[in-house]
């Protein structure tokens, strides 16, 4: 059975990302009084009296703005509005009515959905200002006095957001999705993708770079499995990275990567590979992530005799340590080769994941020692007794030898392209540990 959405939707900076956050249990939404911070729908899970549920923060709805972003995130709101199980309509008491409140109630009225209106910042404990009672005027129903920022009067709300569903419990999926995170500078078209998988626009798109600031997860199925897209803030580059709101988006970039299974790291065709791309690529691949490089606007590229070749060819100059990554070069605007990436998703996600037995292991290094010997220095040759796997994610392997400072890396670069010989492990970083035999384990 599928979870419960509940949606807070509101003018902007009412509280709704506060109040969200306090739901959720972590800082997922930007919290800053900027209007239009919070731009796209964000999600997390909240678990109340046994029922989990989906809550979706959404950027203010500005009602009758010329501003594009403004524009796009009415839109959103609206989405978020009609998928929406119970809808909390979030308003400010220190400001009281205002005419955008009355706009988005009439908004509200016509969806036929139950509505909860929630007046923020009423910061004491006990009776309610008298400033409160005025929103029982937007004739919606109930209203429920909290204060989000001190966490005050959440329990009432989340009681009735629970009576509305029924009291049900809301199973989650059975089957654990993969987790794939869309990385890349800005307007490198992560969202562009995202939204062509979807086929929704999901994500607020536009020219204006940096436009997604949070990262976002989206829950997906379709016949290759299921997936949860998270779909990042572009990374920019240090000295660009000067105002707080941008230091935090990278840091929820590194904090998507950290969560994901597998990452899309999205380079635009028409710029090919940057200073940029190498720095995120770089976060992943230390991360240890399933890792696919796809070259989006490919259909703004004159072709000529061998210009994809040529074009992988110097992808993998410029990202050498990323050799093991498959590319695919997609159009996310025509839809090009995008479904492809469910089937290279999951075969990076399989290989990121593969354990090989310990004999089939040893099987493999005594042939590779066999072809290429161990190399040796003054006359002490490095003598390689076993190799075991110690870790999955990434497949972490431990070659226990007589002597450690023996093993020179360019041979153990050697054990592990032999190891990807016959295990394949596309798309996923291979870790190689030499230890001493009888060296206790740091593992």
């Known amino acids: 059975m599928s979870k419960k959405v509940v949606a807070v939707v509101g003018r ?33 899970d909240c678990n109340w009296r046994g029922t989990t549920f989906q809550i979706i923060d959404t950027g203010g709805i500005e009602l009758d703005s010329d501003d594009v972003i403004l524009k796009q995130m009415k839109k959103q709101a609206t989405l978020a509005i009609d998928i929406a199980d119970v809808i909390v309509f979030m308003v ?12 988005v109630a009439k908004l509200l009225r016509k969806t036929n959905k139950p509505v909860l209106v929630v007046a923020n910042k009423c910061d004491k404990v006990g009776e309610p200002p008298p400033e409160f009672y005025e929103f ?34 809301y199973e989650a999926e059975e089957k654990e999705s993969i987790k794939v995170a869309i990385i890349g500078k800005p307007n490198a078209g992560k969202s562009s ?4 998988i979807l086929n929704e626009e999901r994500v607020i798109v536009s020219q204006i770079a940096g436009t997604t600031r949070d990262a976002i997860d989206t829950s997906y199925e379709n016949e290759y499995g299921k997936y949860i897209f998270i ?27 950290d969560r994901a299974d597998v990452c ?23 991360a240890g992530k399933g890792i696919i490089i796809v070259i ?26 990323l050799k093991y990554a498959p590319i695919i070069f997609i ?44 190399p040796s220095d003054k006359g002490k040759r490095l003598k390689i007794y076993y190799m075991t796997q110690v870790k999955t994610r990434p497949p972490t392997f431990v070659v226990f030898v007589n002597d450690k400072k023996l093993m020179h890396f360019s041979y153990l670069r050697y054990l592990e392209n032999h190891l990807r010989k016959q295990f394949n492990f596309l798309g996923t970083p291979i870790k190689m540990i030499t230890r001493q035999r009888n060296e206790k384990s740091q593992e």
């Open 12 to 44: 902007p900076n009412v509280g709704k990302s506060t109040f969200f956050n306090v739901l959720a249990g972590e800082k997922i939404s930007i919290i800053k009084d900027t209007p239009g911070v919070t731009r796209d729908r964000i999600y997390a």
């Open 92 to 103: 400010d008491v220190k400001t009281g009515i205002t005419s955008a409140d009355e706009e």
């Open 264 to 286: 899309l790291l999205i380079i635009d065709a028409t710029e090919s590979v940057t200073e940029q791309d190498e720095k995120i690529a770089g976060i992943a691949h230390e």
């Open 193 to 196: 993708l995202l939204n062509k």
């Open 231 to 257: 779909d990042t803030a572009g990374i920019r580059r240090k000295s660009k990275v000067n105002e707080d709101l941008e230091k935090y988006s990278v840091l929820k970039a590194q904090s998507a990567i």
């Open 331 to 374: 159009s996310a605007v025509t839809g090009q080769r995008v479904n492809k990436i469910f089937e290279l998703v999951n075969e990076v996600y399989e290989n990121n994941n593969l354990r090989v037995p310990t004999s089939m292991l040893n099987d493999v290094l005594s042939q590779a020692v066999a072809i290429t010997q161990p």
């Open 296 to 321: 989006n606007k490919w259909d703004l590229i004159e072709k000529e005799t061998k210009t994809l070749e040529n074009y992988k060819k110097n992808v993998y100059e410029k990202l050498a340590y």
């Open 136 to 169: 029982y005027n937007l004739g919606i129903g109930e209203v429920y006095p909290i204060s989000a920022g001190k966490k005050l009067g959440i329990g009432e709300v989340l009681d009735a957001i629970y009576d509305l569903f029924g009291g049900a419990q």
